[in-house]
């Protein structure tokens, strides 16, 4: 939501820097397309006393973090800003695949009814939402006059605010299987193409992706276009 708008109005950057920041963000979500179902893949074949979701759940998180807080704390210039955003953001793309396909993964091992289930994942789409809509909200309103310092100071308390609650989740939330461990047949591994062919054949899977594509699209573009509108309007003057 607001890393394109920080680099846009804090790092020096030439047309050409510019232009390929563009690009590895393009690239980095084309790569985020192809990580997913081998990310939930490596996920679904895990095996360990702490189950298949929460290792990932926790490296995920505790990489994510640092690289969140590392990605608006560290200013190299020039190139060299390029090549660390480059590495950093691919890095940010994959650990955050980590944590979230395995998060989301564990949602519906949470309840055996279907309709706690869809409470549970209700429940999340609110909170997620009304989380990004406080972060759209105040982000533009206490980031103009020195924006540098706002940046790295709100990434350093969303980091640590999102490691916590991870770690909660790890540490209290149960699944089925780690309460009926014993009586649960293990599930067979599958392969990458597998997955693929699974996602493929499902139609109803399908116009979902499809909406969620169309919906971050709009969404992304509004929010650049929105936060960029306030800055021009209201944020040179530091008001």
């Given at each position: 939501?607001?890393?394109?708008?920080?680099?846009?109005?804090?790092?020096?950057?030439?047309?050409?820097q510019?232009?390929m920041?563009?690009?590895?963000?393009?690239?980095?979500?084309?790569?985020?397309?192809?990580?997913d179902p081998i990310?939930?893949?490596?996920?679904?074949?895990?095996?360990?006393?702490?189950?298949?979701?929460?290792?990932?759940?926790?490296?995920?998180?505790?990489?994510?973090a640092?690289?969140?807080?590392?990605?608006?704390?560290?200013?190299?210039?020039?190139w060299?800003f390029?090549?660390?955003?480059g590495?950093?953001?691919?890095?940010?793309?994959?650990?955050?695949?980590?944590?979230?396909?395995?998060?989301?993964g564990?949602?519906?091992?949470?309840?055996?009814?279907?309709?706690?289930?869809?409470?549970l994942?209700?429940?999340?789409?609110?909170?997620?939402?009304?989380?990004?809509?406080?972060?759209?909200g105040?982000?533009p309103?206490?980031?103009?006059?020195?924006?540098?310092?706002?940046?790295?100071?709100?990434?350093l308390?969303?980091?640590?605010?999102?490691?916590a609650?991870?770690?909660?989740?790890?540490?209290f939330?149960k699944?089925?299987h780690?309460?009926d461990?014993?009586?649960?047949?293990?599930?067979?591994?599958?392969?990458?193409?597998?997955?693929?062919?699974?996602?493929?054949?499902?139609?109803q899977m399908?116009?979902?992706?499809?909406?969620?594509?169309?919906l971050?699209?709009?969404?992304?573009?509004?929010?650049s276009?929105?936060?960029?509108?306030?800055?021009?309007?209201?944020?040179?003057?530091?008001?």
């Amino acid at each position: 939501m607001v890393l394109i708008v920080y680099i846009q109005y804090t790092i020096t950057l030439t047309v050409a820097q510019f232009s390929m920041i563009s690009l590895i963000i393009v690239l980095n979500t084309v790569w985020d397309a192809i990580n997913d179902p081998i990310m939930a893949t490596i996920v679904e074949n895990t095996r360990g006393k702490w189950g298949k979701f929460k290792p990932w759940i926790l490296l995920g998180a505790i990489l994510s973090a640092i690289i969140m807080i590392a990605i608006f704390t560290i200013r190299p210039e020039g190139w060299g800003f390029v090549v660390f955003f480059g590495v950093l953001s691919l890095l940010w793309s994959m650990t955050a695949t980590m944590n979230g396909i395995a998060w989301w993964g564990m949602l519906p091992t949470l309840a055996i009814e279907a309709k706690s289930r869809d409470l549970l994942v209700t429940l999340v789409a609110l909170f997620s939402n009304v989380g990004g809509f406080i972060v759209a909200g105040v982000v533009p309103v206490v980031t103009t006059g020195n924006a540098v310092a706002a940046y790295r100071n709100i990434a350093l308390i969303i980091g640590l605010v999102f490691l916590a609650t991870q770690i909660a989740v790890v540490l209290f939330v149960k699944e089925k299987h780690d309460l009926d461990v014993e009586t649960e047949e293990k599930p067979k591994r599958i392969s990458v193409k597998e997955m693929l062919k699974i996602v493929w054949g499902n139609k109803q899977m399908l116009w979902a992706v499809a909406s969620i594509c169309l919906l971050d699209l709009s969404a992304g573009i509004t929010n650049s276009f929105g936060v960029t509108f306030f800055y021009f309007d209201f944020g040179y003057d530091g008001t």
